[in-house]
C-alpha cells in the first residue's frame, strides 16, 4: 500500500472515519447500528432512546427481522439475501458465509470468491451485498445517505478485514460514523437492559458471542454508561455454521449417502434444513427430525449434543483467560455482573447449560440474542445516548527487524493486545515511537499480526503477515514509483539519515503509521492492512 494520498480510505483522519466530519450532525436525522453478520444481516435503528429492529420481506411477503448474509449468481449477475435463497433453492450457484473469507489472514481486497464458473473479487461481492442492503432499507424510507451509521467486526479480525468492511460500506454507500468490536457493542445491550445487575462491587461483564461464523469474547468494565473493555479473545472458524455441518455429516452417515453424491441444491437444502432445527431446539427437545431425499433421518438430541459439545468446549476454553481464577482452580466470579450470551448460535440449549454449569446464575441470554450487536451498535450510533467505550485491540503487533550488524533477525513488539483504541468521541488510542539511524538505502517493514506477545516481546500464537512496506532513506529514491523501489537491491549504508517510526491504533482498530526522515522532514503516512497487489 502506498502512501494515504493514494488510499480510498485515507478519508479515515485523525478522529474521523469516512462520511464523518465536522458537520456530520447537522447532515443526518437516521442514526442505525448494522450488524454484518456470517449468516444474517440485522439492522438496528435509534428512536427516543429504544432501539427496534429493521423488518424485511421475503420472497413470500412475510416480515423477518433480518437479510440472509448469502449472495447467489444468476444469469451472471450477483444477487443477495431471500431473492439469492429462492435461486438457490432452483439450482443457482450459491455463496454462504462470506464473512469467514474476511477472516483469512492473507485477505486483500482481490482475493478471489468463486461462484459457479464465474470468479469474482471479495471486495465486489461484498460492495455488492452491502448495496443490496442499502437497497432494502431505502424500499422503507430509510434515508441512508443521511444516516449516521455505526458497524462492527469481529474482536479478533485481522486490519485486513477491518479496513475491507469500512471500504465496502462506503462503497456501497453509508456513511460510517464508527467501527465496534462486536462484543463491544453487545456490552451496550446488556448494559441497556440489565443496568441493575451492574453495581459498584460488580462491574464487569463478560460477553459471550456465538454468531454464525465467528465467536468473540470479552470482557468489559462498567461504570454508569462508560464502557472499558479489558480484552477480547476469539475464533475465526467456530460459530453456527459448524454445527450446521456437524448436524449434516450425522445425518449424511446415517442415511447411508456420501455428500459429494449430493447436488448443490440439495447440498443447500440439507444444510437449511439442519439450521432450522437447531435454531427450534428447546431444553425440551429429545429429537430432531431432517428429511433426505423423501427419507425422514431422524437423530436424538443427546447423541448432538454429544458430537456438539467439542466445539462448546473450545469456546469455553478461549473464554478461560479472561476469568480470574481462585487457589482452587475454579472460576472466581465476585467481580463478574453477569456472562452475557449472545450471537444467533448461543440459542443451542448445550451453549447456556454448560456455561451455567461454571458460572450458575449470573448468565443471562439476550431477549434478542441474533440482533444483540446491532442493538448495540444503534445505541453507540445514537446521538442522544451518553454512552462511550474504551476499546482495545485483541492482536499483537509487530515488525521483524535486523540486528548485530545484518547477522539475525529479531522481534519489535510495537503493539500488545491490551493496546488502547481511539475512540470515535475523540480521544487518542495508544501512540509509540521509534527512533534509530538508518543502515540501508531503502527500509523494509515486514509487519505482522499475532495472536499474543509473550514476557520477553517474541509473538506468540498465530502469526499473519500484516503489510509490507517500502521506505527510501536515500533520498535519490524518492521519487522512485513504489513497485518499482521493491525491485532495487537493499545496501547498507555508513552514517544514514534519523528515522523516526510514530504508530496510533485509530477508532477502527486500524493502526497507522508515519516514517519520517528527522533530517529534513520528509514523511509518508499509511494506514496498515492492505497489501499492495
Partial sequence: MAADTTNSLDTIHSGTLPGQGNDIESMTDIDLGIDLGTTRTVVARADRGNYPVLSFGDENGDENDFIPSLTALRDGELIHGFAARQAARRGAPLLRSLKRALAVPTLTASTPVRLGEQSFSVLEVLTSYLRHVKAELEKQNVAVDRAR??????????????????????????????????????????????????????????????????????????????????????????????VDLLIATMVLNKAGIAEEDLSPAELDDLLDQCRDAKEHLTPQSRRVLIVLRGQDIVLPVVDLYQSCSPLIERSLATMAPLVGRLDDGSPDLTDIAGVYLVGGASGLPLVPRLLRERFGRRVHRSPYPGASTAIGLAIAADRTSDYDLTDRLSRGFGVFREADGGHRLTFDSILSPESVQASPGGREGTVLTREYDAAHNIGWYRFVECADVDETGEPRGEIAPYQDIVFPFEAALRDVDDQELRTYSVERREHGPRIQEHYRIDEAGLVRVTITDLTDGYSRRYVLGQRTE
Fill in 149 to 242: 451509521v455505526v458497524v462492527a467486526v469481529p474482536a479478533h479480525a485481522y486490519g485486513a478485514q477491518r479496513l475491507l468492511t469500512l471500504e465496502a460500506f462506503q462503497q456501497a454507500g453509508f456513511r460510517v460514523a464508527a467501527m465496534l468490536n462486536e462484543p463491544s457493542a453487545a456490552g451496550f445491550e446488556y448494559t441497556h437492559r440489565k443496568a441493575t445487575t451492574v453495581s459498584s462491587r460488580r462491574t464487569r461483564v463478560l460477553v459471550y458471542d456465538l454468531g454464525g461464523g465467528t465467536f468473540d469474547t470479552s470482557l468489559v468494565d462498567v461504570v454508569g454508561t462508560s464502557h472499558e473493555v479489558l480484552a477480547s479473545h476469539g475464533l475465526g472458524d467456530l460459530g453456527g455454521d459448524d
